[in-house]
Nanobody, 115 residues
Framework: VQLVESGGGLVQAGGSLRLSCAAS????????MGWYRQAPGKQRDLVAT???????NYADSVKGRFTISRDNAKNTVYLQMNILKPEDTAVYYC??????????WGQGTQVTVSS
């Protein structure tokens, strides 16, 4: 299974970015997909997840600003990020978990928010 992320970049505070993560390979029964982020010197933290049924979960720090969505037919998950803040700067990683508990990570995409 391969996860390919795209959409990161440099943006000013208050701006928007949209991340995409496309999964390919032998994928069976995806339980959920999601986004995590890791800032320099910090641990990797949950940003948002979405189940195959469409249930979502967000970190408190991004509620009301970020929206996760997915296209099940394309095995793709998106993260729309609005009203970005400098503290959102991090490497964003895509994650896929199957119903039989296989876990996969993407290679990460850098998001930098300037003040």
């Amino acid at each position: 299974v391969q996860l390919v992320e795209s959409g990161g970049g440099l943006v000013q505070a208050g701006g928007s970015l949209r991340l995409s993560c496309a999964a390919s390979g032998s994928i069976f029964s995806i339980s959920y997909m999601g986004w995590y982020r890791q800032a320099p010197g910090k641990q990797r933290d949950l940003v948002a997840t979405i189940t195959s049924g469409g249930s979502t979960n967000y970190a408190d720090s991004v509620k009301g600003r970020f929206t996760i969505s997915r296209d099940n037919a394309k095995n793709t998950v998106y993260l729309q990020m609005n009203i970005l803040k400098p503290e959102d700067t991090a490497v964003y990683y895509c994650r896929l978990v199957t119903f039989n508990s296989y876990r996969y990570w993407g290679q990460g995409t850098q998001v930098t928010v300037s003040s």
